[in-house]
């Protein structure tokens, strides 16, 4: 063939061959690994009821979902069948199941406000986002699953943000040429933290109800204090004045006797009004401690009346 002969056959080869479009590679979306979800203070039955949600909820993102029956047979092995929000179990947990990042999530159901957690976790071990302590209003009634819907949703989305991974692989493999030295591994970035993680990770305090207690009680502890004292003050009184009868318990007609008792008649009146609304108010702030939902596990308040009587005592453990 001669040189042209050949030069053409080339050209229509090349021409022939179309040009291959770069495929993705394959893994290159991050994979989560879904812990099943925690419900804490609940049972076994809970969970089976609850965990589903989650799924669900992971479902309907776009995101990539691997290893959900891995993640079963790797927490069946391990105590209590969960990582319980251990970093470095949910770290194994993604590599043992072929994923990235690792998803936690637990809620706390059993209260008017569910309380949920939220972990994040890449398979190097480095917690990427969390959210801990994001409160959602549950309904009245029976605990069904889809209550816990809206708190799961919240989770995933203003707390982890799994819709806004990036889609490249957590350690990008470098290409070196023989006899190049080896790059040391960059440190990775900071991830900014959440913003409902800010926020619910602030300390929540006291509540309203449990303030509205502590005033009364304390209003109560007064106004008793108060009434005490003046019922002292009206038996001194009444004491005198029974010293001014005669004999037959009549009251004779002089200066004296009548000054005591109408003494006696001008603090029988504030001393009923002081010891009965001193009852009332610390009953109310008792009733309004005991009631509050937030108050600490154990906590209590006992009421006894006083030695010697005439006296009320409160005692607690806060």
Known sequence: MSGWGRVVACG??????????ASPVAGSVPALVPHPLVVVGGSEEDAAR????????LARRDVRVVGQACARQFLAARPGGSCGGDERCLAELARACGGQRAVYVSVYPFRPRMVFVGKLVRSD??????????????????LRPEMVRPGIERVLTEGLHVEALDLQPLVAAAVVAPGDPVPAPAAPEAQPVPQAAVTAARPGGASGQRIAAYACVGAGAVALAVGTALFLGAKSDEDGYRQTLDPYGQRPPTPEAAAAQQSLRSKSGPVTIALVAGAALVATGVTLWVLDPGKPDGARVELHPGAGGGSVVMAGRF
């Not at 229509?12 to 479009?21: I, N, R």
Request: charged share 20%; proline share 11%; glycine share 8%.
């Open 12 to 21: 229509a080869l090349l021409v022939a061959v179309p040009a291959s479009p």
């Open 50 to 57: 609850l965990g589903p949600q989650l799924d669900a909820e």
């Open 125 to 142: 071990g480095l917690l990427e986002r969390s959210v801990s302590n994001l409160e959602v209003t549950r309904p009245k009634g029976r």
